[in-house]
């Protein structure tokens, strides 16, 4: 079996991506031997001394919870806390975080002051966290303004029409530029992306390369590349000479405006 998903992988994975979008196929045909487990697990709590009763309309099968590790996803886990170490290192006391995940920004607002900035606000009740409408193509900041700015896993979404309108080939590189028309002079910027053999997945996202993004941000100073590969591996401070044919799933770039 695991000869035959090497060999077929691309066709597997093309499929899976088109099926995904109505139900996830791995988990239907799980759940088939799962739901036995289910009942047997039903008939045998019925039978413990002291059991409540069980109302078939108030069942709620969790068929998927019972792993031998815990599951999570690795990119979205090290790209955050990644980002988080740092911001809370720099002891800013206002940060700026342009579309990433809503919880990275919410867990950032614990220890600092931070401005929220999506074309899709969000409703968040929460001290020291402002949420406001904005564009990464048109951010709603003065030029040179933004001392510390975030934005994780957004830009190579941009242009393909996945979370607006805008169909753009040359999206991810005016976000990028957005961003560093925005960052004030001595301020960190902190960016992730996948980087790897360009490439586009329509309309999930784009692929650049990692000399495309260094010249995207070109007046910036890379401080920091860090990154998780395919296998979910994260390593910190990669040495940018050995990039040439290397593919992250997610590249973590710190930069600074000098």
Not at 189 to 209: A, D, E, M
Request: one cysteine or more.
């Amino acid at each position: 079996m695991k000869k035959f998903f090497k060999k077929n992988h691309q066709i597997i994975y093309f499929i899976q991506r088109w099926v995904s979008p109505f139900f996830n196929p791995v988990k239907f045909f799980l759940s088939f031997s799962r739901y036995f487990r289910f009942f047997a697990d039903w008939i045998r709590y019925s039978r413990i001394k002291g059991a409540e009763k069980i109302n078939l309309l108030d069942t709620y099968p969790c068929l998927h919870d019972r792993t031998q590790t815990t599951d999570f996803n690795k990119h979205y886990f090290y790209q955050d806390i990644w980002a988080f170490r740092r911001i809370y290192e720099s002891k800013v006391d206002h940060h700026t975080d342009v579309a990433s995940r809503v919880d990275f920004a919410g867990f950032l607002s614990a220890v600092t002051k931070v401005t929220f900035v999506d074309i899709r606000p969000a409703e968040v009740n929460l001290k020291d966290f402002e949420s406001i409408s904005g564009n990464i193509l048109a951010l709603p900041f003065e030029d040179n303004s933004i001392y510390s700015l975030s934005c994780l896993s957004v830009a190579e979404h941009i242009g393909i029409g996945r979370y607006d309108n805008l169909l753009d080939p040359f999206g991810t590189e005016k976000a990028c530029r957005e961003l560093k028309r925005v960052l004030q002079k001595g301020g960190n910027l902190y960016f992730s992306i996948p980087v790897g053999q360009p490439k586009l997945y329509f309309n999930s996202h784009r692929i650049p390369s990692f000399r495309q993004i260094i010249n995207y941000f070109d007046g910036l100073k890379l401080i920091e590349f860090s990154g998780i590969d395919e296998e979910g591996l994260f390593t910190e401070n990669i040495d940018i000479n050995t990039l040439e044919n290397a593919n992250f799933k997610e590249g973590l770039f710190w930069f600074k405006k000098v």
